[in-house]
């Protein structure tokens, strides 16, 4: 009886819906990432224009993605949850497509770190497969990965 009701808890947290982080929570996570792994404006200014961000600003950027839980280290990016916050570039995206979308994160995401890489470079790793897909990175420049509030919603 008791493995049972281990089992139907464990069940229920794991299928919990995720939800978006609120505005003042994704401002403490920032506040906190740009505190804990300062880059300077100038650094940030030299760098606007590369390709892919310098792994010195991917440390802030991964400490976001923990934050807001898009990532951990073990299972890497949840498709699930990017998905989530996603869900807010349908009205502002040209031929908008969930499932190519979905695809797309998901091709970028697929190799779950089977070499055992250290979480960061994997991280990378994805990251850069995200920016070398266009309409990922599309998607993610007008994605809002938190929850408007309702009074902002409302104005």
């Known amino acids: ?25 994704w401002f403490n996570i920032q506040d906190y990432c740009d505190e804990r792994f300062k880059v300077s404006p100038e ?22 993605l923990r934050g807001l839980e898009l990532w951990n280290d073990s299972e890497g990016f949840s ?18 497509n969930a499932v190519i979308l979905r695809q797309s994160l998901a091709q970028c995401t697929s190799d779950k770190n089977t070499e055992g890489i250290a979480p960061f470079d994997w991280a990378y790793r994805c990251f850069k497969c995200f920016t070398d897909n266009r309409y990922i990175m599309e998607a993610f420049k007008v994605a809002t990965f938190y929850k408007e509030d309702k009074k902002d919603a409302d104005e």
């Open 1 to 25: 009886m008791k493995f049972f009701i281990i089992l139907v808890t464990l069940v229920a947290l794991t299928a919990a819906k995720y939800e978006l982080k609120s505005r003042e929570e």
């Open 79 to 96: 498709i699930d949850k990017l998905m989530v916050g996603l869900e807010s570039v349908k009205d502002n995206i040209k031929n908008y």
């Open 43 to 64: 650094f940030r200014e030299k760098h606007k224009d590369d390709k892919y961000v310098p792994k010195e600003i991917f440390r802030t950027i991964l400490c976001y």
